[in-house]
């Protein structure tokens, strides 16, 4: 069974950092890629970054380009989001989920505030 | 970047009505998308993929169609634990970009 399990949010002030994991089991970690998406309270999805299997290749929304990075540590089957600079826009339930076209498995999400 | 506008924001219907619900995208993503449901509280579930492919375990009264830019999700006959709110989503290029949701909602 395919389990992913994010953790890592918090509150944070405007300028701060904060690193989210997610630990992935049930399958072939270094074969599939991985995405972080959120969803700001009350509001839609957003994809904010991919990674693919081997880490070679990354991809980020505009939003967060030069401020996150995402990376991947096989030897853990674990994914990492890595927020510098935060906003209070970045406010957000981050999901990591499979694959980075179509996501057919999410985590359960963490929760990251962004106020002073 | 590609922009996906759903319509309608919101969906009235009553238990056993069929549903349908657009998604239209700025520019051609042939059938690069992906729509899925979500319930409060609850991570999305992937419903569709392709454009028309029921994603494992998804009931057939939801089924996909379109290519191009046109997209329709249907329900064929509402349950009650279909109320959620739906998005598409497509993969053709990057970044990959949501619609804003449709929410349905009982009458």
């Known amino acids: 069974e395919v389990q992913l399990l994010e953790s890592g949010g918090g509150l944070v002030q405007p300028g701060g950092s904060l690193r989210l994991s997610c630990v992935a089991s049930?399958?072939?970690?270094?074969?599939?890629?991985l995405t972080w998406v959120r969803q700001a309270p009350g509001k839609g999805l957003q994809w904010v970054s991919s990674?693919?299997?081997?880490?070679?290749?990354?991809f980020y929304a505009d939003s967060v380009k030069g401020r996150f990075t995402i990376s991947r540590d096989s030897s853990k089957n674990t994914l990492y989001l890595q927020m510098n600079s935060l906003r209070a826009a970045d406010t957000a339930v981050y999901y990591c989920?499979?694959?980075?076209?179509?996501?057919?498995?999410w985590g359960q999400g963490t929760l990251v505030t962004v106020s002073s | 970047e590609i922009v996906m506008t759903q319509s309608p924001a919101t969906l009235s219907v009553s238990p056993g009505e069929r549903a349908t619900l657009s998604c239209r995208a700025s520019q051609g993503v042939s059938s690069n998308l992906a729509w899925y449901q979500q319930k409060p509280g609850q991570a999305p579930r992937l419903l569709i993929y392709g454009a028309s492919t029921r994603a494992t375990g998804i009931p057939a009264r939801f089924s996909g169609s379109g290519s191009g830019t046109e997209f329709t999700l249907t329900i064929s006959s509402l349950q009650p634990e279909d109320f959620a709110v739906y998005y598409c989503?497509?993969?053709?290029?990057?970044?990959?970009?949501f619609g804003q949701g449709t929410k349905v909602e009982i009458k």
């Open positions: 989920a499979n694959s980075f076209t179509y996501f057919d498995y």
């Open positions: 989503q497509h993969y053709n290029n990057w970044p990959r970009t």
């Open positions: 990674i693919s299997g081997s880490g070679g290749s990354t």
């Open positions: 049930g399958f072939t970690f270094s074969s599939h890629a």
